[in-house]
């Protein structure tokens, strides 16, 4: 009898436990509409990397990249230093490159954990037989940089992020 309890009790236990974690959010994200508006310029078009960075400047992960020939991602170098070595599988290549004077939006997904907690988004952007900008955009994640308007240095005009409901 006392045995049958027990047995009871711990299942009880475990189906408390995986019901209550179904309900946790782990590892939540959200996802922001991002609209890159190039400057005018003329040559190739520009492969722009979006990439998390730590409250130290590391890298972390990549968030999206534009420009899906891999034949150049060396031309990015300090994201290539950190991407190039391990090569994982990037789910967010999304196409061609971006021309002088276009605009794009993509969406990307940011950790809701790293909003507010000193994390940056760092855009870097390179033209083929022409500059390569590390910091073309690069901002700390907070609250209200993800809802805003933030100017470029290189080829980027400026880089309009919009949280998606």
């Not at 475990?14 to 309900?23: E, I």
């Not at 972390?60 to 150049?72: A, F, I």
């Not at 900008?133 to 690069?138: A, C, Y």
Request: hydrophobic letters at 35%.
């Amino acid at each position: 009898m006392k045995k049958s309890i027990i047995n009871t009790l711990t299942v009880l236990s475990l189906v408390t436990a995986f019901v209550m974690m179904g309900f946790t959010s782990i590892g939540s994200s959200s996802k922001y509409k991002c609209m890159i508006q190039m400057k005018n310029y003329t040559g190739e078009g520009a492969y722009v990397v979006i990439s998390l960075l730590d409250a130290n400047g590391k890298y972390v992960e990549t968030l999206y990249v534009q420009g899906n020939d891999d034949e150049w991602y060396s031309d990015i170098t300090e994201w290539w230093k950190f991407y190039g070595k391990r090569r994982p599988n990037i789910d967010s290549i999304t196409g061609e490159t971006i021309s002088g004077g276009e605009r794009k939006i993509s969406v990307i997904e940011i950790p809701d954990d790293k909003i507010d907690t000193g994390y940056k988004i760092r855009f870097e952007t390179a033209v083929e037989d022409q500059e390569y900008h590390v910091e073309d955009v690069q901002f700390e994640l907070t609250s209200q940089t993800v809802k805003s308007k933030v100017e470029g240095n290189g080829f980027i005009r400026y880089v309009r992020m919009i949280p998606q409901k």
